[in-house]
């Protein structure tokens, strides 16, 4: 049993899809795991993602796309969008600030 000064931390895996082309809907599905939604900011995913891509294998042609917006495509209990590639739906989903933290902007709830 937990004592009362431990807190539980708001731990999770997002995937990220990486959309390289609408017109030829190309995307790449990126897992993150163990991302606090808490302590992370819009600005520390960004670099985090970037990362992945660098690093990641099979990431090779994601590597000269400049990838320039983030928005939460579905959230928990949520109804899903007909578009497989990107929600067009709820324009308030953007992560604009990248000094927000993930769970201010709803990710994680």
């Not at 899809?17 to 520390?44: A, C, P």
């Not at 983030?70 to 600030?97: P, Q």
Request: net charge neutral; glycine share 8%; aromatic share 10%.
């Amino acid at each position: 049993m937990a004592s009362s000064s431990e807190t539980v931390k708001p731990v999770g895996v997002l995937t990220i899809r990486l959309i390289k082309s609408f017109e030829y809907r190309t995307y790449r599905n990126v897992l993150l795991k163990d991302v606090d939604f808490g302590n992370t900011t819009v600005g520390d995913l960004r670099r985090r993602i970037q990362h992945e891509i660098a690093t990641g294998s099979g990431m090779k042609p994601y590597r000269t796309v400049d990838f320039d917006t983030l928005k939460i495509y579905t959230k928990a209990h949520g109804s899903k969008t007909n578009n497989l590639i990107v929600n067009l739906d709820h324009d308030e989903w953007f992560l604009t600030n990248d000094a927000d933290m993930l769970d201010f902007c709803g990710v994680g709830k």
